[in-house]
């Protein structure tokens, strides 16, 4: 599967952005989806996650309350809704599938990632 991340750009703290993860292939709903992003200079960290129907979602202490992950099957598509953001959000965010397998936060469980989108925010 291919994944394209979009939807990231420029806001002030506080405000929000919503990024898409838009999938190729017939096999989405076999991909648990996962959010990450890294910061210049630090390591890839893991934002969120998603069960194959959407039912589930999982997210990282640092954003939970404030990020809001969903998917759209038929669309073939993941989103990751972030209000309140910060600037310590600032990062290039990764979308990642992981085929049959779900609820993972390291990245070498994931098997295929999109080319990130970046986030700046700023204070």
């Known amino acids: 599967v291919q994944l394209q991340a979009s939807g990231g750009g420029l806001v002030q703290a506080g405000g929000y952005l919503r990024l898409s993860c838009a999938a190729s292939?017939?096999?989405?709903?076999?991909?648990?989806m996962g959010w990450f992003r890294q910061a210049p200079g630090k390591e890839r960290e893991f934002v969120g996650g998603?069960?194959?129907?959407?039912?589930?979602?999982y997210y990282a202490d640092s954003v939970k309350g404030r990020f809001t992950i969903s998917r759209d099957n038929a669309k073939n598509t993941v989103y990751l809704q972030m209000n309140s953001l910060k600037p310590e959000d600032t990062a290039v965010y990764y979308c990642?599938?992981?085929?049959?397998?779900?609820?993972?936060?390291?990245?070498?469980?994931?098997?295929?990632w999109g080319q990130g989108t970046l986030v700046t925010v700023s204070s």
């Open positions: 292939g017939r096999t989405f709903s076999s991909y648990g």
């Open positions: 998603i069960d194959w129907s959407g039912g589930s979602t």
């Open positions: 990642a599938a992981a085929l049959l397998r779900w609820g993972a936060t390291m990245t070498t469980r994931y098997d295929y």
